[in-house]
């Protein structure tokens, strides 16, 4: 059962966005029976009621949670690589490609909800109002579109086909660990290795270091149950301080989209910051490696 809408508060309404429910794999599950979990927990229990709430409601939350929930799905196509055949392969090329759309509505939404709090003047408010209004065009011709439904259709197939992974059923009726240790300590890996870079690593390198983290963070989230009873830093604790982390990196990112952004419209591009003060993300992805991995346990 999908969470609760966000509670109300005194000052904001409840959000109607569903956030990601928590996946139980119990320690002694095949490695294919936790990727078909973490997949259909991802397109069921939180892609689903977010695209539809987003459909019929157009809440900048549940497009947020939509683009979040497909994310999430591809994490765990990539977390679990080594089981795909041919056709996993190619819907998971697919999953990358049909998304790309809803980036610059999520990009507009959160652009003017700083200019509507920042109290910027009416007409660059007006001007970004239009921008999402021509995003959330996109957005909603995309998730209304006959290649959405083919590929939420083609991946529901995939995942009941009755010899899914059958090329690879030494791997997938396996435990569930020979896959996510490896998984686990790959993006571990490259999060450490980009450490001395960090302070002059371009702004693509490092949304891409950002995005090694959120795999990891999906794969902690994930993967919980397997790792229950580790007396190392528990992935609970993990996910926290790459959540942190995600959110360190990704002000570069917003800083360099909203400055486009601004440009493409004659906005002043003083609203902004003209440059990000990258300690903060080092800072965080030192608490980050500084953990004791719990898939090595």
Not at 77 to 102: C, H, N, Q, T, Y
Not at 145 to 153: A, D, F, G, N, V
Not at 252 to 265: E, G, M, Q
């Amino acid at each position: 059962m999908p969470p609760l809408p966000t509670a109300t508060t005194d000052d904001k309404p409840a959000s109607p966005a569903i956030k990601a429910v928590k996946i139980d794999l119990p320690e002694g599950i095949s490695a294919g029976e936790a990727f078909r979990a973490c997949l259909r927990s991802c397109l069921d229990e939180h892609l689903a009621p977010n695209e539809s709430r987003w459909l019929a409601a157009k809440h900048a939350d549940n497009l947020h949670q939509t683009r979040v929930s497909w994310r999430r799905g591809r994490a765990a196509m990539s977390l679990f690589r080594p089981l795909l055949d041919e056709a996993g392969l190619d819907l998971k090329v697919r999953m990358r490609e049909i998304v790309l759309p809803l980036g610059p509505a999520r990009d507009a939404d959160v652009l003017l909800a700083r200019a509507v709090d920042e109290e910027w003047p009416a007409g660059d408010v007006r001007k970004l109002r239009g921008r999402r209004r021509g995003t959330y065009a996109v957005a909603n011709a995309l998730l209304r579109s006959p290649q959405w439904r083919e590929i939420k259709t083609d991946l529901g197939a995939w995942l009941d086909a009755p010899d899914w992974l059958a090329e690879h059923e030494v791997l997938r009726d396996g435990p569930a660990r020979s896959v996510t240790d490896r998984a686990l300590a790959k993006r571990h890996r490259r999060l450490v290795a980009a450490g001395d870079q960090l302070p002059t690593m371009p702004a693509h390198d490092l949304h891409r270091v950002r995005i090694e983290g959120k795999k990891l963070r999906y794969g902690c989230e994930f993967f919980a149950g397997l790792y229950a009873d580790s007396p190392d830093s528990p992935p609970a604790e993990y996910a926290g301080k790459l959540s942190a982390m995600q959110d360190a990196f990704g002000a570069a990112n917003d800083l360099a989209v909203a400055r486009h952004t601004l440009a493409a419209h004659d906005i002043p591009l003083d609203r902004v910051a003209a440059v990000v003060d990258r300690q903060d993300a080092i800072d965080r992805w030192r608490e980050v490696v500084e953990l004791t991995p719990f898939w090595l346990s």
